[in-house]
């Protein structure tokens, strides 16, 4: 039977746990999968800007889940968990920094790989719209919602002619000028922090565009989303680093579990 998975560094962002569009099932069957030694949870994965809106009645047995998957990594491989606070989850404001055991929360986070640094970060404070204009990061968040409903429908009727999932939200965003500039912009802004710092690369998450790319000489890593793109970044242990999609990995996990029923008929 083929291993798991292990990874020395694992990133995920952008959960939302708490909204309707969270793919938490999906973020949990990868963690429950794979073995790694530290677990980066880089912001928003719980999201409070919805859960304070809607109350606990948006919390759901499968976001409970999720973290014990966490927690039974912790217990059982040792894994070192960083949470790193996003935007949506800024009501950790208060407690960071803490550790306690294997966790920690922090505002940002500095990662040693191979001999390279590489500054992490959710990435909302270098993004004007949400650190100067709260209102309107929030005006923008209910458009987005709506965006991901329509998505949602367009999805359900794709399942029922017998068409694989796509993502009408990402492709709009890919095709809008104003969206493509805003992400080179803040692509830009952190590379240009990450060299400041004398940093040989960035780990961040925030506007839900999975990447893995030099820019000017320094590493620019973004770990997406488990909203739309379903992404995570993952590290092995000579430091080489990937975007891993959900739909990737569950490909290879049919496939192996195939393997598996085969050996064992």
């Not at 999720?66 to 606070?85: A, D, L, P, S």
């Not at 929360?105 to 191979?114: A, F, G, R, T």
């Not at 500039?181 to 710092?197: G, M, P, Q, T, W």
Request: negative net charge; glycine residues 8%.
């Amino acid at each position: 039977m083929e291993q798991r998975p292990y990874y020395r560094t694992v990133v995920l962002s952008d959960i939302h746990l708490g909204t309707s569009h969270s793919k938490v099932n999906e973020a949990s069957d990868f963690l429950s999968s794979v073995d790694c030694e530290r677990l980066i949870l880089n912001g928003d994965i719980i999201d409070g800007w919805n859960l304070q809106k809607s109350g606990v009645k948006k919390w759901k047995p499968e976001h409970t889940r999720f973290f014990k998957i966490i927690m039974n990594m912790m217990e059982k491989h040792g894994t070192e968990v960083i949470y790193v606070r996003g935007n949506h989850d800024d009501f950790l404001d208060s407690l960071v920094p803490m550790r306690f055991g294997n966790i920690q929360i922090v505002k940002d986070y500095m990662l040693e790989s191979n001999g390279r640094y590489y500054f992490v970060t959710h990435g909302d404070v270098f993004d004007r719209v949400t650190t100067e204009m709260k209102w309107l990061a929030k005006l923008g968040d209910i458009g987005y919602t709506l965006l991901l409903w329509l998505n949602g429908l367009y999805n359900r009727y794709r399942v029922k002619h017998g068409k694989p999932y796509y993502s009408l939200s990402q492709a709009i965003k890919q095709k809008v000028k104003t969206a493509v500039s805003y992400i080179s912009d803040f692509e830009r802004v952190l590379v240009s922090f990450a060299r400041a710092r004398e940093c040989d690369g960035v780990i961040c998450g925030h506007i839900h565009h999975p990447e893995n790319s030099m820019i000017d000489g320094i590493h620019y890593l973004n770990s997406g989303d488990w909203v739309e793109t379903l992404s995570a970044l993952t590290e092995d242990n000579e430091g080489n680093w990937q975007v891993m999609y959900y739909s990737d990995f569950a490909l290879r996990e049919s496939g192996s579990n195939v393997l598996a029923l085969n050996i064992a008929s």
